[in-house]
C-alpha cells in the first residue's frame, strides 16, 4: 500500500505498462475494488493514464467501470484530465455503449421467453441500431442477429398459429350458420305443416256445419221437404170407354131443319 493507500494493482495501473497490469490481475495480488485513500480504483487510475489496453484489461477482468470516488467522480471524468484523454473517453462510450446493447439484449432475451415478442422485437432493433455506432464487436454483433432470427421465428410461428385459430374459428361459425339456417328451416317446414294442417280442419269444421245447416233448414221447413219430394209417375190408361151421348131434355125435342 502506498502513502495514498494505492494497491499493488493501482500502481500497476498508475505506470501506464499493461504488462505490469495483466502480471498483477494473473498474480491475484489485490481485489479489484480496493479503494486508494480518495476512493478511487485501479480502473480509474488506468483512465486517469489513459491506457488504453490497461483499462481493456481491467474491464475485462470485472472491474467496475461505473464506480465513483469520495468526490463522485466516474472514469470519464479520470479520462478527461489524461495525455490521452480524447483516445480514453472514446473507449469508455463505446464501452458504456456495448453495455447498454448487451444490457437491452438481455432485457430482449426476457421478453421473447414471455412471449412479449412486441416489445422485444422493439428492444432488439435498439440494442441493433446502437451496436451499429461501435467498432468490430463480433460477440455483440453474433447475440444480436441470433437473438433477431429467434423473434423473427417466434412471430412467424405466432402469425401460422393465429392464421389456424383464425381458421378454425371460421369453420366453427360457417358449421354454428348452417345448423341455425337448418333448424330455421325446419322450424319454417313445421309452422307450414301445421298451418296446412289446421287450414284442412277449418275447412272440414265449415263443411260439417254448413251439412247441419241445410239439414236443420229442411226439418224446420216442411213444404220444401214435399217440394223436394219427386212427383208419382201417372198411370197408364185403360182401354177407352164408348162415350154415352146424354139424352136431351124433354123440351129440347130437336126440330128438323126445312130443306
Known amino acids: 500500500i502506498s502513502n495514498y493507500g494505492m494497491n499493488a494493482l493501482m500502481c500497476a495501473a498508475c505506470s501506464g505498462v499493461a504488462a505490469a497490469v495483466r502480471t498483477a490481475l494473473a498474480a491475484g495480488w489485490c481485489e479489484l475494488e480496493a479503494r486508494a485513500d480518495d476512493g478511487s480504483t485501479a480502473f480509474q487510475v488506468a483512465c486517469f493514464k489513459g491506457t488504453i489496453e490497461s483499462m481493456q484489461l481491467l474491464a475485462e477482468a470485472g472491474c467496475n467501470t461505473a464506480a465513483k470516488d469520495n468526490c463522485n467522480r466516474t472514469a470519464t471524468d479520470f479520462a478527461k484530465v489524461s495525455d490521452n484523454s480524447v483516445e480514453a473517453i472514446q473507449w469508455l462510450r463505446q464501452r458504456d455503449t456495448a453495455n447498454t446493447v448487451a444490457t437491452l439484449l438481455q432485457e430482449s432475451q426476457e421478453l421473447l421467453a414471455s412471449s412479449r415478442l412486441s416489445e422485444a422485437k422493439t ?18 454483433d453474433s447475440a444480436c442477429t441470433a437473438l433477431r432470427d429467434a423473434i423473427q421465428n417466434q ?23 348452417d345448423a341455425e339456417s337448418t333448424a330455421t328451416n325446419r322450424s319454417v317446414e313445421q309452422r307450414q305443416k301445421a298451418q296446412r294442417k289446421k287450414e284442412k280442419r277449418r275447412k272440414q269444421q265449415q263443411a260439417k256445419r254448413e251439412a247441419a245447416a241445410r239439414r236443420a233448414e ?42
Open 155 to 177: 412471430l412467424t410461428k405466432d402469425l401460422e398459429l393465429r392464421e389456424c385459430r383464425a381458421r378454425v374459428a371460421e369453420a366453427e361459425l360457417m358449421a354454428m350458420l
Open 218 to 259: 229442411a226439418l224446420a221447413d216442411p213444404v220444401s221437404e214435399q217440394l223436394s219430394e219427386p212427383e208419382p209417375a201417372p198411370e197408364r190408361a185403360t182401354e177407352a170407354e164408348p162415350a154415352v151421348q146424354p139424352e136431351p131434355e124433354p123440351d129440347e125435342q130437336l126440330v128438323p131443319l126445312s130443306p
Open 123 to 140: 428492444i432488439a432493433e435498439k440494442a441493433c441500431s446502437l451496436l451499429s455506432s461501435l467498432p468490430g464487436n463480433p460477440e455483440l
